[in-house]
Each structure stands twice: as structure tokens, then as C-alpha cells.
């Protein structure tokens, strides 16, 4: 495996009760001037919002709010927020929704203490200088982003998503209870399961060497995932799945499973470039996207695949050799898609073939994508057109 340092700092309450017993007194450490960040009327609907907003005014917090957060979170959103935060001079932001509203947040929090543009940061010509403290209350498991620093931010004039994020932006505090995420969409969970699946997928195929550990870590939370999916999706106040889609997502991208490897993150930057000019759902597309990178890279390792076939999927390798199992392997991950259904084509969106061209260029912008293979311009048109 790769050298590393693994720190990460975020405070996690996970179950029923937490956020009664103790919001009060982890948001009060930090200040009483509390800028409380959301979505739609989710959480309004649901009397979180009316539950958050009793428990802070009892303990005497002044809150302000920044509504209506996109699911694929806009820049224009987050330059609202820092204005908040610089006039009302807030001590603390609290992100109460899904990974949107959270990541959101992040940006607003480094973008409070970054002289410039935060978009700066997101396009690489800064770094993030400090942040303000930032709470989480999730309402989606997805993306992890209670209990990791990055963030993806969509800037809609230039049809631009990208990533970001620093040792600053951590959660200072996050709280998970399973039974906040009863009310969310059916297509909602859908689209998490995919995104949490495509974070393991993410780590699991790498080109680091001798990492029998990690694998297998990577595998437990992929098979939790698939075996728990189903049960959460047709029935939303099953908390016990819930609370396992819950940690799994959590688990997933939290820095946990993947010390010492260096994953991939191509079908990422893929999937940003589709989402950034049709405006999908972020889990939607790297469900499409996926099981085509696995076709067109299964020959860089096929090992790797014939693993994921047996430990996860449980099929027997009798009579079977590596690249037959590797086929099974992908042809496993697309029967899963379907069986929750996940789209399985850019058609589903009706995303045609005009925009390709372009799709990949800005795919490559920064240079060659992916780690378990390098993959250029071309190599991402052709994954996309195989997409269609």
C-alpha cells in the first residue's frame, strides 16, 4: 500500500435522539449567530425544520437562512450564503438536507474566509485559507459529505462542475438519524444507493499494490449495500435498512476504507461533465456511466473484477476463468442497477450524442483522468458513447 496520514476530525452522532440531546450544546460551542442552510420544503414538511429551529431558539441561537439549494448545488447559491455570513457575521453554518445542501455549505464556508472568488478554488488556482465551522444535520444517505471535506459545485453560466474542498471544510459536528431520511423520494434513495455504490467502486479499483485489507473492507460495504438497497427503496420507514444505508454511505467515503490506496475517480469527473450541462441527478448519471468504464477498462485487471464477482455477488468460480468472471461482474452491477431501477442509458434523459465532443474535452481539462487506468479525451468519448 501507499504511505499515508489519515486524520479526520468530524464528531458523529448516529441513531434516534441524538440531535434532541445534543445540537444544542455542540452549536452553542462555536457561537449563537447560526446561518441554517436547506433545500426545499423537505425538511419543512417533515417538522425537522420546526424541531431544529425550537431546540436553537430555546438554547438562545439567533438563525438566519439560505433556502432552496439546488440538487446540483450553484455557485450563484453559494456567493448568496457567504454575503449572508460576512453581513450578519456568522459564527456558525448548519447544513440540514442531503449532499447538495452540505456541500453547498462547504463552499460557503471556505468562501467566507477566502479574499477572491471561491470558484478560485474549485478551479485550482487557490487554496482555501480557513473556513467557518460547519454542523451537519443529514436527511440523505449519499454522499458522505457528513464526514469528509470535499464538495462538488456547479457553475451554470459556464456549464461547469467541479469538485473541492480542504482539511478545513470537515465537519465539525454531524448528526444521522435514519429516521430523517423516511420522507425522501423514492428516486431519491435510488439515486443515493448509486452515488454510495460508486464511491466503494471508486476505491476498489486502483493500481496500488498489495491491499488484501482494504479490499475486502471495500467489498463488506459494497455487498451491505446490495444487500440492503432493495428493502430501504420499496419501504422507506424500514429503519433498519435505512440505518445501514445510512453508515454504509458514511463508511463509504469517509476516508475509512481506502487508507493507502489511490483510487480512481474517473467515472466522477465523467459524470460531472453530463450533470453540468443536462442538469441530471449526480447518482443517476454514474449509474449509466459506470458499468461502461468497467467494460471498457475490465482488461487492466481482471482480477480485480473476478473478485468483486465472487466476494460480493457470491458466484461461483468453478469452471470459470478470470475474464469470464469479470464479464459476470458487470453483468452483475447492471442486473443490480435495473433491480432498484437506476437508469441504465443517457437516453433515459434523452441525452443524445450533440454534446460529446465537448462532454469529454472538459472531462480532461486539468489532464489525463483515473488511476486504475489513465484515460484521455478519447477514451472518455468513447466511454460516453457507449452511454448513449
Request: charged share 20%; glycine share 10%.
Amino acid at each position: 500500500m501507499n504511505p499515508f496520514r489519515f486524520q479526520n476530525p468530524t464528531a458523529l452522532y448516529y441513531g434516534k435522539g441524538q440531535i434532541e440531546q445534543f445540537l444544542a450544546s455542540e452549536v452553542t460551542q462555536y457561537g449563537r449567530r447560526v446561518l441554517l442552510v436547506y433545500g426545499g420544503g423537505s425538511i419543512k414538511r417533515s417538522g425537522l425544520y420546526d424541531k431544529v429551529n425550537h431546540i436553537l431558539n430555546e438554547a438562545g441561537v439567533t438563525i438566519f437562512e439560505l433556502s432552496g439549494v439546488e440538487p446540483n448545488p450553484r455557485l450563484t447559491t453559494v456567493h448568496k450564503g457567504i454575503d449572508i455570513c460576512r453581513t450578519e457575521n456568522i459564527d456558525l453554518i448548519l447544513a440540514v438536507g442531503g449532499g447538495s445542501v452540505l456541500d453547498c455549505s462547504k463552499a460557503i464556508a471556505m468562501g467566507v474566509k477566502y479574499d477572491g472568488d471561491v470558484w478560485d478554488i474549485y478551479q485550482r488556482r487557490a487554496k482555501a485559507t480557513g473556513a467557518l465551522p460547519l454542523g451537519t444535520i443529514l436527511t440523505l444517505a449519499a454522499t458522505g459529505s457528513e464526514m469528509n471535506s470535499g464538495g462538488v459545485i456547479t457553475n451554470w453560466e459556464t456549464k461547469e462542475k467541479l469538485g473541492g474542498g480542504s482539511p478545513y471544510t470537515f465537519p465539525k459536528f454531524s448528526f444521522c438519524d435514519p429516521e430523517n431520511t423516511y420522507s425522501v423520494p423514492r428516486d431519491q434513495t435510488i439515486y443515493g444507493t448509486c452515488d454510495m455504490l460508486a464511491h466503494c467502486f471508486e476505491h476498489y479499483f486502483h493500481p496500488t499494490r498489495h491491499t488484501p485489507l482494504q479490499q475486502h473492507l471495500i467489498e463488506a460495504v459494497i455487498k451491505t449495500i446490495v444487500e440492503n438497497a432493495k428493502a430501504a427503496i420499496d419501504n422507506p420507514n424500514d429503519y433498519d435498512a435505512r440505518e445501514t444505508l445510512m453508515y454504509c454511505s458514511t463508511m463509504a467515503l469517509n476516508g475509512m476504507i481506502n487508507m493507502g490506496i489511490q483510487g480512481d475517480w474517473a467515472c466522477h469527473a465523467i459524470e460531472h461533465e453530463i450533470s453540468a450541462i443536462y442538469d441530471i441527478p449526480h447518482g443517476g448519471g454514474l449509474a449509466i456511466v459506470f458499468p461502461h468504464w468497467m467494460d471498457y477498462n475490465k482488461n487492466v485487471n481482471p482480477s480485480r473484477f473476478a473478485s468483486l464477482a465472487t466476494n460480493v455477488f457470491g458466484v461461483d468460480a468453478s469452471g470459470k476463468s478470470t475474464d469470464e468472471l469479470a464479464d459476470i461482474a458487470i453483468a452483475k452491477v447492471r442486473e443490480f442497477y435495473k433491480e432498484i431501477g437506476a437508469p441504465q442509458r443517457l437516453a433515459d434523459y434523452d441525452i443524445g450524442d450533440d454534446q460529446l465532443d465537448r462532454m469529454a474535452s472538459q472531462a480532461v481539462r486539468f489532464g489525463e483522468i483515473g488511476n486504475f487506468k489513465k484515460l484521455n479525451k478519447d477514451d472518455v468519448y468513447a466511454i460516453l458513447k457507449a452511454s448513449l
